[in-house]
């Protein structure tokens, strides 16, 4: 566990399972896919709290990108927008030159193709996808887009 903005993926596996380590050095990481935490909606330590109390994490709240506490205005996007370029910057280290990512974001807010060229990357298709079932209070549809991104 560590901090996705400056992991060292390789070092990291390496003290876990020491062969698969070697192949990921040798190989490098295809791709990525992951639905980061979207802009002032959720605490995710707070939402996952039963977690720290049944496994032996630290719990690193000031590291979370985006939390609910920090609210959706311009700062908060701005430090939203550093954090998950910084991150993709980081993991770009350890990925294939010809990479596939696929971010699946509710990017209510268009900030994905600054991320994009903060991270020397491009958005080469989007995919939308509905969200019908919902477990929050606000019952509404709407809509997730799945970002395809690609070295620049």
Same mark, same amino acid.
């Given at each position: 566990?560590?901090?996705?903005?400056?992991?060292?993926?390789?070092?990291?596996?390496?003290?876990?399972?020491?062969?698969?380590?070697?192949?990921?050095?040798?190989?490098?990481?295809?791709?990525?896919?992951?639905?980061?935490?979207?802009?002032?909606?959720?605490?995710?330590?707070?939402?996952?709290?039963?977690?720290?109390?049944?496994?032996?994490?630290?719990?690193?709240?000031?590291?979370?990108?985006?939390?609910?506490?920090?609210?959706?205005?311009?700062?908060?996007?701005?430090?939203?927008?550093?954090?998950?370029?910084?991150?993709?910057?980081?993991?770009?280290?350890?990925?294939?030159?010809?990479?596939?990512?696929?971010?699946?974001?509710?990017?209510?807010?268009?900030?994905?193709?600054?991320?994009? *060229?903060? =991270?020397?990357?491009? +958005?080469?298709?989007?995919? !939308? $996808?509905?969200?019908?079932?919902?477990?929050?209070?606000? *019952?509404? =549809?709407?809509?997730? +887009?799945?970002?395809?991104? !690609? $070295?620049?």
């Amino acid at each position: 566990a560590g901090d996705s903005r400056t992991i060292d993926i390789f070092t990291e596996l390496e003290k876990r399972q020491p062969n698969f380590a070697a192949l990921a050095r040798k190989q490098k990481i295809k791709g990525i896919f992951s639905s980061p935490p979207y802009v002032g909606l959720i605490d995710y330590h707070e939402q996952h709290a039963y977690a720290y109390g049944l496994f032996p994490f630290d719990r690193k709240d000031e590291l979370e990108i985006g939390p609910l506490k920090k609210g959706q205005g311009r700062e908060a996007k701005q430090s939203y927008i550093q954090g998950i370029s910084d991150v993709l910057n980081n993991c770009k280290k350890f990925l294939v030159d010809d990479f596939d990512i696929f971010l699946v974001a509710n990017d209510k807010f268009n900030i994905y193709p600054t991320i994009a *060229k903060n =991270a020397g990357m491009q +958005i080469v298709n989007q995919y !939308k $996808r509905p969200v019908l079932n919902r477990t929050e209070k606000d *019952k509404g =549809a709407y809509s997730e +887009i799945i970002f395809h991104l !690609k $070295r620049k």
